[in-house]
């Protein structure tokens, strides 16, 4: 299973950037799929889940910023983040739940694949 995750980059505080997470090996309708982040200094955090039924979950810090979304055809799994500010800024992963059909929410999964991190970084 690989996990290629893209889409970082600076932006300016206010604006926008879309991660993407092309995901091969495994399919990603039946596994839940989670974005994280760790900024310097800080222990790696959940941001976003979507669910292999479709439900999503996201941090506090993100609601109503960040939406997660999937293209099962692609096998790719996006994170758009709109209204960034200067607390984003981290090195966004994205990973993959260990066991297929998880009913648990995405925040408490154990994830064994993980792409190798983009880097946002967001000036004010």
């Known amino acids: 299973v690989q996990l290629q995750a893209c889409g970082g980059g600076l932006v300016q505080a206010g604006g926008s950037l879309r991660l993407s997470c092309g995901a091969s090996?495994?399919?990603?309708?039946?596994?839940?799929m989670g974005w994280f982040r760790q900024a310097p200094g800080k222990e790696r955090a959940f941001v976003a889940g979507?669910?292999?039924?479709?439900?999503?979950h996201y941090a506090d810090s993100v609601k109503g910023r960040f939406t997660i979304s999937r293209d099962i055809t692609k096998n790719t799994v996006y994170l758009q983040m709109n209204s960034l500010k200067p607390e984003d800024p981290a090195v966004y992963y994205c990973?993959?739940?260990?066991?297929?059909?998880?009913?648990?929410?995405?925040?408490?999964?154990?994830?064994?694949?993980w792409g190798q991190g983009t880097l946002v970084t967001v000036s004010s």
């Open positions: 990973a993959s739940d260990s066991r297929q059909w998880r009913t648990t929410r995405p925040e408490t999964g154990e994830y064994d694949y």
């Open positions: 090996g495994r399919t990603i309708s039946s596994y839940s």
């Open positions: 979507l669910m292999w039924s479709g439900a999503y």
